[in-house]
């Protein structure tokens, strides 16, 4: 619960990584006793292990950490997010080791052997009972040791949590089987273990809870294997925005070309951008023409036009002339890095069904615990059966363990952030997503939502007595040696219908068009200016076509040849199948 302080002035923010946290109960612990701090409003993030700070004059960084470790967790700075090095991609990041995943294999091997020992009786033979306490016990001890050190540790500082429950209710029973094996008639040979769906009044000293001791742990385990993963894939969101920028640049010193990592770049530094490259940071443009293809970061297909004092983004293609830039903003500055701080940001946040579950979850294992005991007194004092009281006591554990009330929302948020940012969707906040569920109307821009993301030509207009097959033939051969991407959607169009000409004479002219010598004759393709600078205007029936395509949001690209306009391609983004 956050307490509600004066405006005290300026306040600072930190993010700290919080490390120890196995459940949502302790998220609102950690959370309870940061903001009971003079000043500090707090949000603590069970899925991403993050709190966010906010705090004002009086209280350092080294107090919320000092704070948070007292509670019996730990807290640090986390270290910016940074790119792989330039020799490695995405496919070259290795996994780090998971321990967990080994924890899982072991205690669900031993685990199998078992369950089918204890609830299978055609399989049990004399002295069963003994091989599958043998099993067991490193189930118990190995594979449950992460929740009972836990359950220990906020023991030590007073509380409980979730893994409290799984300690206890594993705990007790494989303890009860101990008991019945070596000081009751469970371990005598030929003992059977008869499987039931309903619990009668049994001898106790003979009832063994072996199978749910060993099933119990290995089921949360999975939980928390299946948990982390999850955690990894979302995760995996930040990495791949940060892998769209380039890993290295050509920094101009002294008259000369030097490569150096992305990371070493300042503002004010200038740098060249040759075709094909990306644009290593934010910018300006200070030497050459050219044009940007930022589709990987704003979904537009159509290329921008780009001249001297225009300004440039990082992790965008250069895909015309070469450039050079001087560099205006640099590392967590950049558009690049705030896009995915946004990221960063919506995975952490709260929405009102998660701060609601949080605040359940506070209570919620004090409350098991006590209902555990209740139910063992009370059922024992009723039918005087030590075997279905304590039955009854550790069902009530058990079935609270997982507890997927502090679980599965935060993870949920976190994964549907995450995986809305590999697919291009950046999700402000899970307030966000939390409020779609009253959305009655939904507006899309179509570049990049609806549409491919890639130029294509979609129609071919020509003057009478051209025919289009031609049209588009001369215009692929001469857009094919440029690196535009509206010329190659040409030029891949041409070439699905046969192969193309050779082109001599070729020349670009930036920001207008190309032409070239193709089978004999001049081309011309690009802007209309481009073909009035040479007399070469559309007919009236081109014309009407040109204004029609542009209407529609199309780029029109104007045709000529042998000193006249002869025709007029539509080139636009084309809408995805799926859409």
């Known amino acids: ?71 019996g967790y730990t807290a640090e700075l986390p270290p910016p997010p940074a790119a792989p090095a330039p020799e490695a991609g995405p496919t070259a990041r290795t996994e780090p080791a998971d321990p967990l995943s080994e924890r899982l294999l072991i205690s669900t091997v031993l685990s199998l052997p078992v369950v ?3 609830m299978v009786p055609a399989l049990q033979f004399d002295d069963w009972q003994w091989l599958a306490f043998a099993l067991t016990g490193p189930v118990v001890v190995y594979g449950g040791l992460p929740f009972h050190r836990a359950a220990w540790t906020n023991l030590r500082h007073g509380a409980a949590t979730m893994d409290t429950l799984v300690s206890l209710g594993t705990l007790a029973a494989f303890g009860w089987s101990c008991w019945a094996l070596f000081l009751g008639s469970a371990g005598m040979p030929g003992t059977h273990h008869d499987f039931s769906l309903s619990v009668g009044a049994t001898d106790a000293s003979g009832t063994l809870y072996l199978e749910t001791a060993a099933a119990v742990t290995v089921l949360i385990l999975l939980g928390r294997w299946l ?31 030097v490569r150096l990592p992305v990371d070493r770049l300042a503002v004010g530094t200038r740098f060249v951008v040759r075709p094909g ?28 036009e780009v001249a001297v004092g225009d300004p440039v983004t990082g992790a965008t293609v250069n895909a015309g002339g070469r450039l050079v830039v001087e560099a205006t903003r640099v590392g967590a500055d950049t558009r690049l890095a705030r896009m995915a701080k946004l990221v960063e ?60 009330l502090g679980l599965a929302t935060p993870t949920a948020l976190m994964v549907g952030t995450g995986r809305g940012a590999q ?64 010329a190659r959607a040409v030029a891949e169009a041409a070439a699905e219908a046969g192969e193309l000409p050779a082109v001599t004479d070729f020349r670009n002219v930036p920001g207008r068009g190309v032409e070239g010598v193709v089978a004999g004759r001049a081309v011309v393709a690009g802007r209309e200016a481009l073909l009035a ?35 007029v391609l539509e080139v636009a983004d084309a809408v995805k199948p799926t859409s």
């Not at 644009?279 to 704003?298: K, N």
């Not at 294992?365 to 024992?380: C, E, S, Y």
């Not at 507006?443 to 990049?448: A, F, I, N, S």
Request: with cysteine.
């Open 227 to 257: 948990e982390a993963r999850s955690k990894r894939r979302a995760g995996a969101a930040l990495h791949a925005l940060l892998d769209l920028g380039a890993k290295d640049v050509a920094v101009l010193q002294g008259g000369r070309e």
């Open 1 to 71: 619960m956050s307490t509600s302080t004066p405006d005290l002035g300026a306040r600072d923010r930190v993010e700290l990584s919080i490390g120890g946290m196995t459940c949502a109960s302790c998220a609102a612990r950690i959370e309870k006793k940061l903001n009971r701090m003079d000043g500090v409003e707090a949000t603590v993030n069970f899925a991403t292990e993050k709190a966010r700070v906010d705090y004002g004059p009086g209280t350092t960084v080294e107090d919320l950490i000092a704070t948070v470790e007292r509670t």
């Open 116 to 118: 089918l020992l204890s």
């Open 345 to 404: 940001d919506a995975q952490n946040g709260k929405a009102a069904a998660q701060r609601l579950a949080d605040r359940i979850s506070a209570v919620f294992v004090p409350a098991v615990v006590l209902i555990a005991l209740a139910t063992l007194v009370v059922r024992l004092l009723a039918t005087d059966s030590p075997t279905e009281a304590f039955t009854a006591a550790v069902a009530v554990l058990i079935i609270a363990c997982p507890c997927a």
């Open 277 to 304: 490259e990306k644009i290593a940071t934010d910018g300006t443009v200070v030497e050459g023409s050219s044009a940007v293809d930022a589709s990987m970061l704003t979904g537009e297909s159509v290329p921008v």
């Open 423 to 486: 697919l291009g969707i950046l999700i402000k906040g899970p307030e966000v997503l939390e409020s779609t569920r009253k959305v009655d109307t939904v507006v899309l821009d179509k570049t990049g939502t609806v549409t491919t993301g890639r130029m294509a030509v979609v129609a071919v207009h020509t003057a009478e007595g051209v025919d289009r097959a031609e049209a588009l033939r001369l215009a692929g051969a001469v857009e094919h040696a440029s690196e535009h991407p509206i």
């Open 533 to 567: 600078d040479r007399a070469q205007h559309l007919p009236p029936s081109l014309a009407r076509a040109k204004a029609a395509a542009e209407a529609a949001g199309r780029t029109a690209i104007a045709v000529g040849w042998d000193g006249e306009a002869r025709a």
